[in-house]
């Protein structure tokens, strides 16, 4: 979920004056709520007048065509009239555009020149750097049903000794063993932070992803779960290790994975659920996309009427069953709510989307089934800007799921001013992420370690 949703706007330039020439490429700088954000607009010459496309480097998104591109009397305008968004600039003696960009009645400044606008380099303070005060080692283990086989880094205190341990499970998404994402290392911060503490951790790249073997696109959240317990039983063979002292730490999608491998091991002592989900797939989905369309400041007609189109599709996801050809389905609905708000490549691509294997078991799946049968003491954190795993509605869901399978060691809490990622930030906007200096709030490590601690001792 971590990657699931980013404020996609789009702007472009185009530039005229008596013997100048507004085709080639213009950039600007984009500021939003909480972030900045660089585009690139394209222009070039078209039967009538001009056409023009999107770049947007820092949201990794190219080619975005806008629906109408005008360029008369020194003003440039540009629409996608589907989104509701516009842009307006005039064309100065300077060759610059000076401009607004509106997208849904929220307008923003937005000037463009030539000149090219390089990234700003952003500074990760909490990367630990080599050498390292403790033991670390390149590894692989197979997961031996589905022949695929992992690798990862494991972090000892001590070349020598024996040690309680946990595996780091990251989020949705192909992640490598870092779980690295614009910039941040979140797993290497928090492996560098437990090693200093005396627990052993490892990491691994998702199937698929870096050194690890594997298909990704095939894979759902169950099959996740057993490249973890892979993680455990190789955890295990290896003598350094504390065989009564193994805990898993998920993030995200990894806090839905923990209690799967959890309920289903007796070698799980412990489970650390960081921005888990506790409630099903497709509530989560629908919820995650309110609360951040609400930040953006989309009106609440608005935020209402995506809801019940994708609830509608959710709907026949969850009542599908494994002969139905659901592709189909799923097309024929898109285009009949949707329209000619999505051209062919845009439908097909969020078909594709909504009916992987992933996606599929995702939004079926409820984490309660798993959580109800975990049996080993619990702590689910969340930060309380979280706009991706809502704080309130999932750590309430967990607990009540926890304590309905009898079990009363969970411990959950409520975290001042942290986002999705555990940051430090202001508004939870996943535009925020990037920007942010720290990785991990040294408020959430010291409670992982601190809980994980009384746990081994």
């Known amino acids: 979920m971590k990657k699931a949703v980013f404020f996609l706007i789009a702007i472009l330039t185009s530039f005229i004056m008596v013997g100048q020439e507004i085709t080639g490429q213009w950039n600007g700088v984009l500021k939003v709520p909480g972030s900045q954000l660089r585009v690139v607009f394209n222009i070039t010459k078209a039967e009538n007048g001009y056409s023009s496309t999107l770049d947007s480097p820092d949201q990794g998104a190219k080619g975005i065509p806008f629906t109408k591109t005008s360029f008369e009397n020194s003003i440039l305008k540009l629409e996608i009239p589907n989104a509701q968004i516009v842009y307006e600039g005039m064309l100065n003696k300077d060759n610059n555009i000076v ?263 995702f939004l079926k799946f409820d984490p309660a089934t798993a959580l109800e049968k975990v049996k080993c003491p619990v702590l689910a954190l969340n930060g309380d800007k979280d706009l991706q795993v809502p704080a309130d509605e999932n750590l309430d869901a967990i607990k009540k799921a926890v304590a309905k399978g009898g079990n009363k060691k969970v411990t959950t809490k409520v975290l001042p001013n942290l986002n999705h990622l555990f940051q430090e930030c202001k508004t939870g906007s996943p535009d925020e992420y990037k920007i942010i200096e720290q990785t991990f709030s040294p408020i959430a490590l010291e409670e992982i370690s601190k809980w994980i601690l009384v746990q081994v001792k």
Do not use: C
């Not at 390292?132 to 589905?146: G, Q």
């Not at 730490?249 to 990894?254: D, F, Q």
């Open 99 to 361: 401009g607004n960009f509106v997208q849904r009645g929220q307008s923003f400044s937005l000037n463009l020149s030539k000149g090219k606008i390089e990234e700003k380099i952003v500074l990760r303070p909490q990367e630990p750097q080599k050498p390292y005060p403790y033991y670390s080692e390149e590894v692989a283990f197979e997961n031996k049903t589905d022949k695929n086989v992992l690798a990862g880094t494991l972090t000892l205190p001590r070349k020598e000794g024996i040690f309680p341990a946990v595996i780091l499970i990251t989020g949705s998404g192909p992640e490598n063993r870092d779980e690295e994402i614009f910039g941040h290392k979140p797993f290497l911060v928090l492996a560098d932070y437990l090693t200093k503490k005396g627990i052993a951790v490892l990491r691994f790249d998702d199937r698929g992803v870096a050194k690890s073997t594997g298909d990704y696109k095939t894979a759902t959240t169950l099959d996740f779960a057993h490249d973890v317990q892979s993680g455990v039983d190789y955890l295990k063979s290896r003598k350094e290790i504390d065989k009564n002292k193994i805990g898993l730490i998920g993030h995200s999608e990894g806090g839905v994975i923990a209690p799967i491998v959890a309920e289903n091991s007796k070698d799980v002592g412990f489970i650390v659920l960081l921005a888990g989900t506790g409630i099903r797939g497709d509530k989560l989905m629908l919820l995650q996309k309110e609360k951040i369309e609400h930040q953006m400041g989309i009106s609440e007609n608005e935020i209402q009427k995506g809801q019940e189109k994708f609830k509608g599709a959710y709907d026949i996801i969850l009542a599908s069953t494994a002969a139905d050809d659901l592709t189909t389905k799923i097309n024929s609905y898109i285009k009949s709510q949707f329209g000619n708000k999505l051209d062919g490549e845009q439908t097909s691509a969020l078909v594709a989307q909504l009916t992987s294997p992933w996606m599929v078991y």
